[in-house]
T-cell receptor, first 116, second 120 residues
Framework: AQSVTQPDIHITVSEGASLELRCNYS??????LFWYVQSPGQGLQLLLK??????LVQGIKGFEAEFKRSQSSFNLRKPSVHWSDAAEYFC??????????????FGRGTSLIVHP | NAGVTQTPKFQVLKTGQSMTLQCAQD?????MSWYRQDPGMGLRLIHY???????DQGEVPNGYNVSRSTTEDFPLRLLSAAPSQTSVYFC???????????????????FGSGTRLTVV
């Protein structure tokens, strides 16, 4: 079964600084990978996804993520953080096999705090 | 196009009461799922469906029932509410993406805005 780990519960950055949120997955084959963002009191919104092809994926709101098979990682990055990026970020991993694993598994989330 | 609509947004129940959380999507998505979100626990899958008439259990199904009689609707029933079911509940839906002759996967969820449930 697939699993995903987000090692950082909280991350604090200053506005304008760069950001990297870590995500490691466990799955034997090439997984499908997702990053979601949740603003306070809201549902989750899909930021980006990786299915195949180019390992650097561009998403909405200026975010990108890089799939590194050798490290089983899918870290989320943003070159310059804005105060409005303060939110909870979830990494998710899914599989594409015929066994019916259609539903992604979510990590426990990383809370991003942005200082002015 | 409303996306995923959840009702109600807030609910307080007494222990032992039953109720149904409603979820509807207008995007013709095949997949629908219910999650609960608790502090420090992330999202935990309760039940899911890969199409009308097909449902299956997730990680934490006890105390909940679902049905999927239409593509659009996926209600979640609490049979006898307990304080441990105090949580925020999210419904989500997705297209299926096909990666090969027999492989398919979740394309990426659209989430509802959630139902905050308190059981006293």
């Amino acid at each position: 079964a697939q699993s995903v780990t987000q090692p950082d519960i909280h991350i604090t950055v200053s506005e304008g600084a760069s950001l990297e949120l870590r995500c490691n997955y466990s799955y034997g084959a090439t997984p499908y990978l997702f990053w979601y963002v949740q603003s306070p009191g809201q549902g989750l919104q899909l930021l980006l996804k990786y299915f195949s092809g180019d390992t650097l994926v561009q998403g909405i709101k200026g975010f990108e993520a890089e799939f590194k098979r050798s490290q089983s990682s899918f870290n989320l990055r943003k070159p310059s953080v804005h105060w409005s990026d303060a939110a909870e970020y979830f990494c998710a991993v899914g599989t594409g096999d015929s066994g019916g694993s259609y539903i992604p598994t979510f990590g426990r989330g990383t809370s991003l705090i942005v200082h002015p | 196009n409303a996306g995923v609509t959840q009702t109600p947004k807030f609910q307080v129940l007494k222990t032992g009461q039953s109720m149904t959380l409603q979820c509807a999507q207008d995007m013709n998505h095949e997949y629908m799922s219910w999650y609960r979100q608790d502090p420090g626990m992330g999202l935990r899958l309760i039940h899911y469906s890969v199409g009308a008439g097909i449902t299956d259990q997730g990680e934490v199904p006890n105390g909940y029932n679902v049905s999927r009689s239409t593509t659009e609707d996926f209600p979640l029933r609490l049979l006898s509410a307990a304080p441990s079911q105090t949580s925020v509940y999210f419904c989500a839906s997705s297209y299926r993406v096909y990666s090969g002759s027999s492989n398919s996967a979740n394309y990426g969820y659209t989430f509802g805005s959630g139902t905050r449930l308190t059981v006293v």
